[in-house]
């Protein structure tokens, strides 16, 4: 059962004679037929005892911070086993991490105990994010899971989270923790109020848990979660949780202090019922760009999804200001250009140039095709601001991966038709796993034409690569450059992104990478 407090107070009363008014106000004693006042008992008036006020009653909910708020009702039991015992150490050995992990956590963690509590859920699944993603609610893993509960693009649309251009409701916050726990739930029932099997089939599926229990049973062997054979992942991922919800529980015992977060709504879900530029949206709540993208990673681009959801997660203190803003500017959200279709435009090249859709563009002007005309005017909705204003959108996030060092120097390979993660890796002797992680992607993921991909490559044998800079002469080729220099010819065309130029012109300037080990430069 989960933890309860109460507390029962005892009322001790004394007896005392009592004692009724006359009509002049004197008090005389019951029975009594008004006496002379030289036969009147004169009395002592004697101060009231004061009476103990009630004490609060202590709840969860009473707390000022919500880690205790979550700690009073934790109930899974916590065995002694070897698993746990090196996950808790692992914990005790980096605060640091929990005190990243609360500061993440802080505008979501009330939020999400709220709705577990509603469902009567078990309050170890408040901790299943840092578990998944250390509560980083723009998480993506090599597996393709996205946002803080980690949701594969084929689980999610399965739990009704939709995945598009401007939307990706694995990370939306409150969507997802509503589609974890009805996950949860539902897996909990497969396998009969056993938290520990379903928390596991959370990690790995329901069909690979199934299968261990019945082998078990086949083999007249114990079910219980310590006894299955899983995957390695698996065997520690519900040992990592209940390792939290020890130290969440004990923290004085254990010397941890986690920083606290108040116990009490920070943030609330609002609809503005219409698309809007999130500088726009920004600028309505007082809040930066950055704080709200912070609040609502869902919106993968500048703008909420043109058809819905529009709805944002703002602090509490700042609705008032937005809504009021909302309703004395509605319907100017939204930034639109008028724009004039030029000889070798089409649709798909103006919606990537605006940073949005075809179906954007065909909707905003009421067209049923793609099919423009040179001359033609076109409605194109468009951001207010610079694309670098909007810090946390997709591409700014993709920009900052990509960028980050991970060798002696970079490549850049533009995807073609038939290209694949394995293909490029093999060509380039890398691994697609490293490919797939350098450009926040996964193993799995499917590429598309145009995307551009960086490659880290190292020296070997002894090579010293050095960045070269080589302004192109009157008469030189690709091939003549490739030989001075003892690089490929293909490798100058990649690393220049050379694939649609035929020549070269004079003063163009190539990088190239070169070992001077081989030449001098």
């Not at 299968?211 to 990592?240: H, M």
């Not at 819905?308 to 700042?318: D, E, F, K, M, R």
């Not at 990537?352 to 954007?360: A, E, G, I, P």
Request: aromatic content about 8%; overall charge positive.
């Amino acid at each position: 059962m989960r933890v309860k407090h109460s507390w029962v107070f005892a009322l001790v009363l004394s007896g005392c004679q009592l004692t009724q008014p006359t009509d002049s106000g004197e008090a005389v004693s019951p029975g009594t037929n008004n006496p002379t006042p030289s036969k009147q008992t004169e009395l002592t008036a004697q101060p009231a005892k004061p009476v103990a006020k009630p004490q609060p009653v202590v709840t969860p909910q009473s707390q000022e911070d919500v880690w205790q708020r979550i700690a009073m009702q934790l109930e899974m039991p916590i065995p002694d086993h070897k698993l746990v015992d090196y996950y808790r150490t692992w914990y005790l050995k980096h605060p640091n991490h929990l005190k990243t992990v609360s500061k993440r956590a802080e505008p979501f963690l009330y939020l999400i105990t709220e709705k577990i509590e509603q469902r009567d859920l078990p309050l170890e699944l408040a901790l299943l994010p840092i578990v998944e993603s250390s509560f980083d609610a723009f998480a993506y893993s090599h597996g393709s899971a996205a946002g803080l509960w980690q949701f594969v693009p084929a689980t999610g649309k399965q739990q009704g989270l939709e995945q598009n251009f401007w939307y990706d409701g694995r990370r939306d916050v409150p969507a997802s923790t509503d589609a974890a726990l009805d996950y949860l739930t539902y897996l909990n029932k497969r396998f009969d109020g056993e938290w520990t099997h379903a928390i596991a089939a959370y990690n790995s599926g329901g069909g690979r848990v199934s299968r261990a229990i019945r082998k078990n049973n086949n083999l007249g062997k114990p079910t219980d979660f310590f006894s299955l054979d899983l995957p390695k992942e698996t065997s520690g991922y519900v040992p990592k949780l209940l390792a939290l919800a020890d130290i969440v529980a004990n923290q004085e015992k254990y010397g941890l202090t986690i920083p606290p977060i108040a116990n009490k709504p920070v943030v609330k879900l609002v609809d503005p019922k219409e698309q809007l530029d999130l500088a726009i949206a920004a600028q309505y709540a007082g809040i930066s760009v950055k704080e709200l993208q912070s609040l609502n990673p869902a919106y993968n681009q500048w703008a909420t999804a043109p058809e819905g959801p529009h709805q944002l997660l703002l602090p509490t203190a700042n609705i008032a200001k937005f809504n009021k803003a909302v309703s004395d500017n509605r319907g100017k959200g939204m930034k639109v250009v008028r724009y004039k279709v030029k000889s070798g435009d089409s649709v798909s090249v103006l919606a990537q140039k605006y940073n949005t859709t075809s179906s954007v563009i065909r909707t905003a002007n009421n067209m049923t095709n793609n099919n423009i005309r040179v001359g033609q005017h076109l409605l194109i909705p468009t951001s207010t601001k610079d694309d670098k204003a909007y810090a946390l959108s997709a591409s700014n996030r993709l920009a900052k991966t990509q960028s980050k060092n991970r060798g002696q120097y970079k490549l850049t390979h533009t995807v073609s038709s038939g290209d694949s993660l394995w293909s490029i890796a093999k060509e380039n002797k890398v691994s697609h796993q490293s490919l797939a992680k350098w450009n926040g992607m996964g193993p799995r993921d499917t590429l598309r034409v145009g995307q551009k991909l960086v490659i880290w490559k190292n020296s070997s044998d002894g090579a010293i690569i050095r960045t070269v800079f080589y302004n192109v002469r009157s008469g030189d080729t690709i091939s003549g450059i490739a030989s001075k220099f003892k690089v490929k010819s293909n490798d100058i065309v990649k690393w220049n992104g050379l694939n649609k130029q035929k020549y070269l012109k004079p003063g163009q300037k190539l990088k190239l990478y070169v070992d001077v080990t081989k030449v001098s430069v």
